[in-house]
């Protein structure tokens, strides 16, 4: 099972910048997909992005033209840049590996990381 470590949470003012990083404890190549999800206090984990192993890319309508998600595959990380924040975009992040339509379904994934928290101040 791959073990993802994220990092590069904060405390930013709306309009800000934010990146995250997701380290792999083996090569990313060695997985269908990882994913970038969010929870919010009260909400259900959502999910904000995901990429394969060959570089195919969705996002959450809320997060699109202001999230990026990458994969360096020199530093073994999937990087989420986070642009143009919002007060809605508080929560704490999670990455998880996943594959296929349970990429989608983050409540059917399991053996979640300790995420790392986002605070966007209005």
């Known amino acids: 099972q791959v073990q993802l470590v994220e990092s590069g949470g904060g405390f930013v003012q709306a309009g800000g910048s934010l990146r995250l990083s997701c380290a792999a404890t083996?090569?990313?190549?060695?997985?269908?997909?990882v994913g970038w999800y969010r929870q919010a206090p009260g909400k259900q984990r959502e999910l904000v992005a995901t990429?394969?192993?060959?570089?195919?890319?969705n996002y959450a309508d809320s997060v699109k033209g202001r999230f990026t998600i990458s994969r360096d595959i020199a530093a073994n990380t999937i990087d989420l840049q986070m642009n143009s924040l919002k007060p809605d975009d508080t929560a704490v992040y999670y990455c998880?590996?996943?594959?296929?339509?349970?990429?989608?379904?983050?409540?059917?994934?399991?053996?979640w990381g300790q995420g790392t928290q986002v605070t966007v101040s209005s």
């Open positions: 083996r090569s990313l190549f060695s997985f269908y997909a």
């Open positions: 998880k590996d996943c594959s296929g339509y349970d990429c989608f379904r983050p409540a059917v994934l399991e053996n």
């Open positions: 990429i394969t192993s060959n570089d195919i890319i």
